[in-house]
């Protein structure tokens, strides 16, 4: 029990020792958190406005009251340019605390996408859509509840806060711009099919992130954030007049730090695609990840379900913890709920976009 205690204890500091370089917003629902995955689906939306929310909380059964907590909410819309094409505007909060120095992270950004017809007639439509964002981020941290290696007491078998920490932090809050871009092609092939492909590059301005003095590290460069890099795809594709399959994927990148998520859900239509829509879906996601050493692993298996009534769409995920750190957290990883809401206007103009 001891050594697990240790080993925990080493793998909650490591996780703070890399969430202080780069920690970035994590929803195991990706697709249902569109300004989060990429600035060019603001405004993506077979409606004129969308609201959004999602809620994640992770590692409870490690951490108790001291679990991982994200949560975002976001509008954005979309204003018809020309005849076929559109301009996207959004506005997004996204925030999370972690472990027990209160790691905080709160972003506030602006979106704005234009979509442009590529191609195709009525109901069958290609789009190319170009996006950007921009916002301010706050990080904070609570040094107070803070222990070290130095005070461990390997007698007594845990740590001792009256002994010196030999540590010393300039600020236990910090604020910078972030900026982002991003691409993305939809094919919509009819009101029942389509799929989609984009690209997003995050932090293109590499911030600077540190709670100590710059001066102490050498410089800018040393301290600034990785650009993280997002590549997805996903589509919606009707086998039968009932029943449908929902792919999605999503890889990252950033620094020497990787994820992939692929998986697919099974969606079941009760009602009618123009009026009286109603679906129930359900699936399973993986995700991969790699070590310090570059070694791919296996870090959890998501399952996700989804009901859709007309504009109304809510899901319910869970992470099963598939790591090494399933001997402490018994395969218990990360709940999550999302929560969308789509107005729809009285424009006429055909099948626009793919169903997110």
């Known amino acids: 029990m001891l050594v697990l205690r240790r080993l925990l204890w080493i793998a909650v500091l490591g ?19 569109p300004l989060n995955l990429n600035p060019a689906m603001t405004g993506v939306m077979n409606g004129n406005i969308r609201l959004v929310g999602n809620y994640r909380n992770q590692w409870a059964s490690v ?21 076929y094409d559109y301009f996207g505007f959004g506005i997004g909060l996204w925030g999370d605390k972690a472990g027990t120095l209160s790691f905080g992270n709160t972003q506030a950004k602006a979106s704005f996408s234009y979509s442009k017809r590529m191609g195709g007639y009525r109901d069958r439509s290609h ?7 921009a916002g301010v981020v706050q990080r904070s941290i609570d040094f107070t509840a803070a222990l070290y290696g130095t005070q461990w007491d390997a007698d007594a078998g845990n740590a001792d806060p009256s002994r010196p920490s030999f540590e010393n932090f300039s600020t236990d809050n910090i604020v910078y711009m972030d900026l982002g871009a991003g691409l993305m092609w939809f094919t919509v092939l009819d009101d029942r099919n389509s799929f989609y492909i984009g690209a997003s590059m995050a932090h ?3 911030p600077e ?19 993280r890099y997002t590549f997805h795809a996903g589509g919606e594709f009707m086998i039968s007049d009932r029943v449908g399959i929902v792919p999605n994927l999503v890889a990252m990148f950033q620094g020497p730090n990787m994820e992939i998520n692929p998986g697919t859900a099974v969606k079941f239509l009760f009602g ?49 913890n598939v790591s090494d750190l399933n001997a402490a957290s018994n ?15 009285n424009e006429n103009r055909g099948v626009y976009c793919p169903n997110f």
């Open 63 to 83: 951490l108790r009251s001291n679990a991982f907590k994200t949560y975002a909410v976001s509008y954005d819309q979309k204003i018809p340019v020309g005849q």
């Open 204 to 206: 293109l301005n590499s």
């Open 272 to 320: 009618n695609y123009r009026r009286n829509y109603q679906a129930f879906s359900i699936g399973a996601w993986y995700r991969l990840s790699n070590r310090f050493d570059s070694t791919i692993y296996s870090d959890a298996f998501i399952l996700e379900t989804e009901f859709e009534y007309e504009n109304i769409g809510i899901g319910l995920s869970y992470d099963i």
């Open 209 to 227: 992130v540190t709670f100590r003095d710059s001066t102490a590290f050498g410089g800018r460069d040393d301290l600034s954030i990785y650009p």
């Open 331 to 345: 395969g218990n990883g990360g709940f999550e709920l999302s929560v969308i809401y789509q107005i729809a206007g």
């Open 15 to 33: 996780t703070f020792a890399l969430s202080v370089n780069a920690q970035d917003i994590h929803f195991s629902q990706f697709y249902n958190s």
């Open 127 to 133: 789009y190319l859509v170009i996006g950007a964002e």
